[in-house]
C-alpha cells in the first residue's frame, strides 16, 4: 500500500501503487508487460504533473485578477491621479486577462484530470486485458502529444 500523503495529487499516489504493482522483483502476474505498464504510468505522471503545474498557476493568476476586477472600481477612485486607471481599455483589458486566465485554468485541469484517469485505467488493469489497455493509452497519449488543433475543433462541431 502507497503511503497517503494528502498534499500529494493523485497522479503522484497512482505512480507510487504503479511503481509497487509494476515494478516489483521478477516480471510477476504481468510478465513482460510490467515493464511497460510501468513507462506509461511514468509518462502520464510526467504529464499530470504538467498539467497540474499550469492549472494551478492559471487558477492564482486568475484569482488575482478577477480580485483586481472587483476591486477595480475602488482603485480608480483613490488613485485620481493615475488616469489610465479610469479608462476603458485598461479596464476591458484586465477583465480580458481575467477570463483568459480562468478558461487557461479550466482548460489545464481537465487534461490533468483526463491523464489521471488514464493512470487509474493502467493500475486497475488485470494483466488479460494489459494489451488493451497499453493500446487504449498509447493511442489517447499520441492524441494528448498532438496538442490543440483549431480545424479539428471547428470540424467536431
Known amino acids: 500500500m502507497p503511503d497517503l500523503n494528502p498534499n500529494q ?13 509494476f515494478g516489483g522483483e521478477g516480471p510477476g502476474e504481468f510478465g513482460d508487460q510490467a515493464a511497460v505498464l510501468l513507462v506509461l504510468s511514468s509518462d502520464l505522471y ?15 493568476v486568475a484569482l488575482i485578477l478577477a480580485l483586481l476586477v472587483v476591486v477595480w472600481p475602488a482603485l480608480s477612485t483613490f488613485a485620481s491621479d493615475l488616469a489610465f486607471l479610469k479608462s476603458a481599455i485598461v479596464q476591458t483589458s ?28 493502467l493500475v486497475t488493469a488485470a494483466p488479460k486485458e494489459a494489451d488493451e489497455v497499453v493500446a487504449r493509452i498509447l493511442s489517447e ?15 467536431s462541431e
Open 94 to 121: 484586465v477583465t480580458a486577462l481575467a477570463a483568459l486566465s480562468f478558461a487557461l485554468y479550466a482548460h489545464y485541469k481537465k487534461r490533468q484530470v483526463a491523464a489521471e484517469n488514464l493512470m487509474r485505467l
Open 141 to 155: 497519449i499520441e492524441r494528448m502529444d498532438q496538442g490543440f488543433s483549431f480545424s479539428q475543433k471547428v470540424k
Open 46 to 60: 510526467i504529464k499530470a504533473r504538467s498539467y497540474a503545474l499550469l492549472n494551478k498557476f492559471g487558477f492564482w
Open 9 to 21: 495529487t493523485s497522479a503522484k499516489l497512482l505512480l507510487t501503487f504503479a511503481n509497487q504493482r
